[in-house]
C-alpha cells in the first residue's frame, strides 16, 4: 500500500507523539482522488458536526439580516442620501435588523411586553407546539438516513397517519383514554406501514428509495385529497369543503399546560420518542446493525447481518415516527379537522431538520426547536415588523445550504478541515466510487489496497 | 533525464511525512524505492509530481531547479506517474483516456481521435504492447488498463516514469509481463522509480535500491542482497520471512466439500464442481491466479453466494443453503479478501468492529441491548493480545494502517469458538511485519486443532502456510499437491496443466 494517505490537510485531530507511533498507524489507506459523489455527499451532510451546524445557523442569521436591511423601506429611503447623512442609513438598517430579531425573539420565546410571567412565557410554549411535529418527522427521516437511506416521504408517511388517526378520531366513539390511545396508534401504524413500503420494495426488488418516497408523497396526497371530497370517506358531512370533520374531544391529545397554552402531550411523546431513538441508535442491537448497514452495507453483510432486513425495519420505523408528526398535527394542532394541507411543509422541513441534527437523536430534538422558534417567531415578526415571512424561510434555507458545504462555512470562520471525520468517511465512500479510478474487474477492486 | 530530489522535507502537522530526503535517479536507471506501508514513499513521489508542496528541498531535473506547482508542470517537464489505482475514465476508449488532458480538435472544437490513435498504435508497436486503441478501458483486463496508462504517460514524452506500487493489482504472469515492458522502457532511455515492498520484484528489475523507513532514507541496498537483510533494512529489525511451523498433524475430515458449483449474476459458472476435503488441525491453501474462481469457492462456504448446488458439510453438518448468521454461528471464522470492503466498517471504533459478527447474541448483546462495558473490556484485552497499534479502543478503524486493520478482523474472527477457519488474502497489502504476524497467527489456529482455509494469490505464502495446495484455474480444482511441491509444477498448474507424474492426489 502507498503512503501518500498521510493526512493531507490541516494538523493532526489529537497530539500524537510521533516517535511513540510509526506513521503508519497514522495514515488510513485511502486515496484523496477517491473522494466521490453521492454517498459522500450525503454523509458529508448528514453527519456534520455541531459546531458547523450551530455556525450555519449564525451565517444565515447574518445573512437575513442583510436580506431584512435591504428590504426595510426606511433603508432605502435612507440610501438616497447616503452621501449627506450615511448616518441615517445604518441607524435605519440596525433600526430594522434588532427590531425584527427581537421580535423574532419575542414572538418565539419569552414576550417582555407582557403583563405577567404566564403571558410572557407564551411564546416558548408556541416554539415548543411547533417543534412537536417537525422533531418527531425529523427522528423519522434522521432514523433513516442512518441506515444509508435518503427518505424524504415523511410527507406522504404523514398524510398517511393524519388520515387514519383522524378517522380514527371523529368516526370511532370509544371511551375517553382508550379512544386517545387507538387513534394515536393507528396514526403511527399507518405512517409504518407506509415506510414499509418503501422498505420492502427496496429489500427485495433493489428499487431506488428516493423515486418510490417521492411517488409515495404524490399518492398519498391525492388519495387522501380524494378521500376528502368523497362523502362517507373522509370528507364532513354536509359539507362541499375538502375537509375532514372535527376530532371528537375524546380523541385529542390534552393541553399540557392547562387551557390557555397550545402545548399539548404530543410533546411529551416526542421527546419519549427522541429518548428511544437515541437508546435505539446507540445502545441497542437493532441500532448497531442499522448503523452497519448505514456504514458498509458490504461488510454488514459479511459479518451475517440480514441487511435487507434492516431496510424494512429501519422504514417501518421511520415511517411511524414521521406519523407521529401527523398525529399530533390532527389530535393536537389542528382538531377542528385536517384537509390535505394537513402536513404543513412539515414533511420537508423534517428533511432539513434531520440534516441540521445531524441525523442524531437530540440534534434533531434542538433543531426542531430552533425551527419551531422561527415558526412561532416569524409570524410575530411579520405581524410587528411588517417583514415577510417568506425571510424566515431564506434564513431556514441558508442554514441547510451553509450546512450542505461546511468547507464555506469553515473558510468563512477559518475553521481547519476537520482531520479524521473527513479522511476516515473517504476512506469508505472511496471504495464504493468508481469515478477516476478504474476498477471494473473483481479483482482490481480486490486489491485495492 | 536525471531527476535528483534534495532534502525534501513534507509535513502534515505534527507528522514528518518525508524527512531530508535525498535522492538521485540517473538516466536510464530503474531505481527501486522500497519502504513499508507509511514509510513515505509515496508521499515523496507525490511531492515530484507537484501533488503537494514540500515545506524544504527542491527537484531538480538535468541539474536544473524546477517548481512544480501542479501534475500539469510536472508531466510538462517530462515526469509521468503510473499510479496504483488507475486514473482511467473506464467507460471511454483507450485512445479517448490517452488524449484526456491535452486534447487535439479541429474545426469548432471536433477532437482529432485518429491522431490520439495514430499515437496510442506508435507507442504500443514501439513497445510491443497489444492494446486496441478503440476498446474500452472498462472491458480490459487490469494488466492491459496498466499499459494504457504508461502509453498515457509515455505520449507525454515522459522522460522519468514514476510506478507506484505497480504490481498490487496485477496476476504473477502480469507482473513478470510489467518486468520486461519496465527493462525495455529503460533500454530506451526512460527512467524508471520503482515504488513497491515486494522482494522479489525489487531484486528482478532494480539497479540501485533506496530503502526508506518513518520518512527518512535509511540507505542503499544492494539488489544482490538477500531477502532477509532488505527486510531488516525496512523494518528495522530483523523478521522471520518464513514462519516456523510444524510438521501438520491433521485429524478427521472436518469440512468435505463435494461437487461445489457457483453461477454467478451473468450466469457464468464461475465454481465449476469443485470436491476437496480439509482435515482438523490442516492448512489447505487454494493457490491460483486471480479470478480463476477462489473468491466465488470462499463465499459459496459463507453463504454469501446466491446460486449455489453441490454439497458443503462441516463436521457432518450441512452448509448449503444456509444464510451468513447461520454459517458464521456453526463456527466458521471468515477474512475476507477486501478486508476494508467486506470486513470493517471504517467509520466505526476498533470495539464496534470487534463485535460487528456478534451484533445481536451473547456475550454482547443482552435483551436487545449493547453491552458495552463488556465490549471495552473484550476490546481492551484483544489489542492487547493482537498487538493493535491505536490510540485506544474508540479509534476509527478507518484510521489504522492495513496491517493493524487486518489484526482487527483476526482478533474478531479467532476470539469466537471455531470449526473451520477461512483465510482470503490474509496477508494482501500488508507490510513484511504485519506478514510474520499474520502467518503466526494462521499456524497457531491450524495447531489448536482448527481446519484451515487460505486462499492466495502469492506463491511465496502458499508455499509458507501450506500442508497441502489445491490449485484452482477457471473455475475448476487442477489438482491437490502437497505443501512442498516446487514452485515451477505450481506455475503449471495454475495455468491449467496437469503436470504428469508429479503426485497428484485429489
Known amino acids: 500500500m502507498s503512503d501518500s494517505q498521510i493526512p493531507s490537510r490541516g494538523p493532526l485531530p489529537e497530539p500524537l507523539e510521533v516517535s511513540q507511533i510509526p506513521p503508519s498507524e497514522l495514515a488510513p489507506e485511502v486515496k484523496p482522488e477517491e473522494e466521490s459523489r453521492s ?74 411586553r407582557a403583563d405577567n410571567f404566564q403571558a410572557g412565557i407564551r411564546p416558548l410554549t408556541e416554539t415548543l407546539t411547533f417543534a412537536t411535529p417537525l422533531i418527531a418527522a425529523g427522528l423519522g427521516v434522521a432514523l433513516s438516513f442512518r441506515v444509508g437511506l435518503f427518505n424524504i416521504g415523511a410527507r406522504g408517511q404523514m398524510l398517511v397517519a393524519s388520515a387514519a388517526a383522524g378517522y380514527v378520531g371523529f368516526a370511532w366513539e370509544l371511551p375517553t383514554g382508550i379512544h386517545l390511545i387507538v387513534a394515536v396508534l393507528a ?8 415506510g414499509g413500503i418503501v422498505g420492502l420494495l427496496k429489500a427485495r426488488t433493489g428499487a431506488h428509495e428516493v423515486i418510490v418516497t417521492i411517488m409515495l408523497n404524490y399518492i398519498a396526497f391525492y388519495l387522501i385529497s380524494f378521500m376528502l371530497r368523497t362523502p362517507g370517506l373522509l370528507q364532513a358531512p354536509g359539507s362541499n369543503n375538502p375537509k375532514s370533520p372535527a376530532m371528537l374531544p375524546t380523541a385529542v391529545l390534552p393541553d399540557l399546560l392547562g387551557p390557555r397554552y397550545n402545548l399539548h402531550l404530543g410533546f411529551l411523546v416526542v421527546l419519549v420518542a427522541t429518548v428511544y431513538v437515541w437508546y435505539l441508535l446507540n445502545r441497542s442491537s437493532l441500532g448497531f446493525q442499522f448503523r452497519a448497514v448505514g456504514e458498509n452495507p458490504n461488510a454488514a453483510r459479511v459479518a451475517g447481518i440480514k441487511v435487507k432486513n434492516m431496510y424494512l425495519y429501519a422504514m417501518l420505523l421511520a415511517g411511524g415516527l414521521a406519523g407521529l408528526a401527523g398525529v399530533n398535527q390532527v389530535l393536537g394542532t389542528v382538531t377542528t379537522g385536517f384537509s390535505s394541507g394537513i402536513d404543513a411543509g412539515i ?71 476537520p482531520g479524521t471525520k473527513r479522511r476516515s468517511g473517504r476512506g469508505k465512500s472511496g471504495k464504493s466510487g468508481t469515478g477516476t479510478s478504474a476498477k471494473p474487474t473483481k479483482s482490481a477492486k480486490a486489491v485495492n489496497q | 533525464m536525471k531527476l535528483e530530489l534534495r532534502g525534501i522535507t513534507k509535513r502534515f502537522g505534527a507528522l514528518v511525512a518525508n524527512d531530508h530526503i535525498d535522492l538521485t535517479i540517473e538516466a536510464g536507471e530503474i531505481h527501486c524505492l522500497l519502504g513499508e506501508n507509511g514509510a513515505g514513499k509515496s508521499t515523496l513521489m507525490n511531492v515530484l509530481y507537484g501533488l503537494y508542496q514540500a515545506e524544504e528541498g527542491e527537484i531538480l531535473l538535468d541539474d536544473v531547479v524546477q517548481h512544480f506547482a501542479g501534475p500539469g508542470d510536472a508531466m510538462g517537464a517530462g515526469i509521468g506517474m503510473v499510479h496504483q489505482h488507475f486514473m482511467l475514465i473506464p467507460v471511454f476508449t483507450v485512445a479517448e483516456n490517452v488524449m484526456l488532458g491535452h486534447e487535439e480538435t479541429g474545426f469548432a472544437g471536433r477532437l482529432n481521435l485518429a491522431s490520439a490513435r495514430a499515437r496510442v498504435r506508435e507507442i504500443s508497436a514501439r513497445f510491443g504492447f497489444d492494446v486496441d486503441p478503440d476498446a474500452l478501458v472498462e472491458d480490459l483486463p487490469v494488466g492491459v488498463q496498466q499499459r494504457v496508462e504508461i502509453i498515457k504517460a509515455l505520449s507525454r514524452d515522459a522522460k522519468v516514469l514514476v510506478f507506484d506500487e505497480p504490481t498490487a493489482v496485477l496476476t504473477p504472469q502480469e507482473t513478470d509481463e510489467l518486468m520486461v515492458i519496465m527493462k525495455q522502457l529503460k533500454a530506451a532511455g526512460t527512467s524508471i522509480v520503482f515504488i513497491t515492498h515486494k522482494l522479489r520484484e525489487v531484486r528482478e528489475v532494480a539497479d540501485r535500491i533506496t530503502v526508506i523507513r518513518l520518512g527518512k532514507v535509511v540507505g542503499e541496498a544492494d539488489p544482490k542482497a538477500s531477502n532477509a537483510e532488505m527486510a531488516s533494512l525496512m523494518v528495522g529489525r530483523s523478521v522471520e520471512l518464513t514462519v516456523q511451523k510444524s510438521p501438520a498433524a491433521p485429524g478427521a475430515a472436518a469440512l468435505v466439500v463435494s461437487n461445489l458449483s457457483v453461477i454467478d449474476a451473468r450466469n457464468q ?52 443453503g444456509r444464510n451468513v448468521r447461520q454459517v458464521l454461528n456453526a463456527g466458521v471464522g471468515f477474512v475476507p479478501e477486501d478486508r476494508k470492503e467486506d470486513g470493517l466498517v471504517a467509520e466505526f471504533t476498533i470495539a464496534e468492529n470487534l463485535m460487528l459478527d456478534r451484533s445481536d447474541t451473547t456475550p454482547f448483546v443482552r435483551g436487545g441491548t449493547l453491552q458495552l462495558k463488556y465490549l471495552a473490556e473484550f476490546a481492551e484485552t484483544k489489542i492487547g493480545e493482537f498487538d493493535i497499534r491505536a490510540q485506544g479502543i474508540t479509534t476509527h478503524v478507518g484510521r489504522l494502517s492495513g496491517g493493524n486493520q487486518q489484526k482487527v478482523v483476526l482478533a474478531r474472527e479467532l476470539s469466537r469458538d471455531l470449526r473451520l477457519f477461512v483465510a482470503a488474502q490474509p496477508t494482501r497489502g500488508l507490510d513484511v511485519g504485519s506478514i510474520e504476524f499474520v502467518h503466526t497467527r494462521i499456524v497457531e489456529t491450524r495447531d489448536a486443532g482448527i481446519p484451515v482455509i487460505v486462499v492466495s494469490t502469492e506463491l511465496d505464502e502458499v508455499a509458507a502456510l501450506a500442508d497441502r495446495i489445491a490449485v484452482m484455474y477457471r473455475g475448476t480444482i487442477v489438482g491437490i499437491v502437497p505443501g512442498n511441491t516446487p514452485r515451477e509444477i505450481l506455475g503449471l498448474m495454475m495455468a491449467g496443466e496437469l503436470p504428469a507424474g508429479s503426485g497428484v492426489a485429489a
Open chain 1, 39 to 112: 454517498s459522500a455527499l450525503l454523509r458529508e451532510i448528514t453527519t456534520s458536526n455541531a459546531l458547523l451546524s450551530v455556525l450555519a445557523v449564525v451565517l444565515a442569521l447574518v445573512a437575513g439580516a442583510i436580506l431584512i436591511a435591504f428590504t426595510d423601506e426606511d433603508v432605502q429611503a435612507s440610501a438616497g442620501y447616503f452621501f449627506s447623512r450615511p448616518s441615517d442609513l445604518l441607524t435605519a438598517a440596525w433600526e430594522a435588523v434588532s427590531g425584527a430579531y427581537s421580535s423574532l425573539f419575542q414572538g418565539a420565546i419569552y414576550n417582555f
Open chain 2, 269 to 320: 459458472v464461475v465454481v465449476n464442481s469443485v470436491s476437496f476435503e480439509v482435515h482438523a488441525g490442516e492448512i489447505l491453501a487454494i493457490a491460483g491466479v486471480q479470478g480463476n474462481g477462489q473468491t466465488e469457492l470462499t463465499e459459496a462456504l459463507l453463504g454469501l453466494q446466491q446460486r449455489v448446488s453441490g454439497e458443503v458439510t462441516l463436521d457432518g453438518r450441512s452448509l448449503i
Open chain 1, 187 to 194: 396514526g403511527i401504524l399507518a405512517g409504518a406501514l407506509w
Open chain 1, 347 to 417: 414533511g420537508f422541513d423534517a428533511i432539513t431538520v434531520a440534516l441540521l441534527g445531524g441525523s442524531t437523536p437530540w440534534g434533531v430534538f434542538f433543531a426542531g426547536i430552533l425551527f419551531g422558534a422561527f415558526k412561532a417567531g416569524g409570524f410575530a415578526m411579520q405581524a410587528g415588523q411588517g417583514i415577510p415571512i417568506d425571510i424566515i424561510v431564506v434564513v431556514q434555507s441558508l442554514i441547510v445550504l451553509f450546512i450542505a458545504a461546511p468547507p464555506l462555512v469553515r473558510s468563512v470562520f477559518h475553521l481547519p478541515a
